[in-house]
DNA sequence: TCGGAAATAT
DNA sequence: TATATTTCCG
């Protein structure tokens, strides 16, 4: 709608515009909830927001409609209804309310087109992700599409969550082959002793080598690159403890199987398994509560949610594989029981911004989940 | 093949 | 120091 009004009506135009504003607030905050599912309708309102905004002052009641009139054909019908469209800056606080969109805002001047156009197309939100090292931990777990950009990148990566430049190194071929595995990993291709440290820099919690090296010399040359266990592949992990009946049921031959990630061993899975009860232990010493159909609640990103869920959305398993599908829940953490997010944020993930693996551990109550600090 | 634990890097 | 991961042992 193009908004080249007369002066006359101008405040009941102003009005108008403002309740747009506010009734878009509101369905955005309504969406979000739904972000993975809805991630371009999100965006969509988003940026009927921002616009809408920013033309308000400007071309709703100056009458300067031509400012916008050639985004608006680019820009598709819906919003054009009732939004006036111009290309924008970052000022969506509804995407990521963060101190990256405020750095953008900083290096961005305020009629880069360009910019605007490459964070907020729908399919090119990638540069949005990558504004972070920590987005594939802090936000919500990508919709599909954002998904397979957020994993082509990893294979781009070298590390979790690191923006160098992927890095293969001479001992890469052992494990990590190509593909999904690649994808799913973070394809941390770490002949520990060599390059770890150039290339792990932002402390994907520990190094670590390998175990007690009879010869120490053994360490360096026949060191296994370290796996780094990316939230991708940790869903797929949990997806198939939950097919197999729990982590302490499940084998990792079997949790192999099931995750179908070329490259994967035994040992690694074994590990991470390994891992994943004592933390589980950890949280509930009183509660043995292996059964993920009875677990609550688990932290991926900064998004809890039942692990069936999670894991579900995350590998597509079929329905019947869950039982608790009907108990979508895809809350941002600000929608969280408070004692729940508080604990949250007491967790180790301040410190560490690309610990990827986070997952609550389980109770029968959400009442009394404890949060464990990042997995 | 598995679980547990030591070893090691960060 | 805590954590993640690898490696060894039984």
Redesign the pocket.
Known sequence: MVMNHDPSDFGEKMQKCQEYIEALEEECRKIRVFERELPLCLELVSKAIQRCRHQMPTDCFNGQSDQYSDQTSSEGPVLEEFIPMKPNLFTNEDDHDGQEQQNQQKSHKHNNICSQDKSSSPFSLKPDWLTSAQLSIQSPDPPMEESKKLLSMEVNRNG?GDHYPFKENKSSCA?LTIGVEKSLT?A?V?P??????SV??D??????????????D???S????????SPELHRRFLHALQQLGGA?????????ELMKVDGL???????????Y???TRRLNPTVHNNDPQTAQLVVVGRIWMPPLEYTTKAASSPPSENTNNAKLLYAPVASLPPSITASLYK??QCK?QS?S??KGSHSNSPSTTTIS???
């Open positions: 979790c494990a973070c941390k770490v520990t002793a060599a390059v770890s440290s792990d820099t402390g994907v919690g520990g190094g670590g080598g390998g175990g007690r090296s009879k010869g120490e053994k360490g360096k026949n060191m296994k690159e370290r796996r780094c266990w302490h049921v499940a084998t990792p031959k079997q949790i192999r061993t035994n040992d690694e899975i074994k590990s991470h398994l390994q891992k009860r004592l933390h967790t180790r560490q610990n693996e986070e600090p990042a997995f």
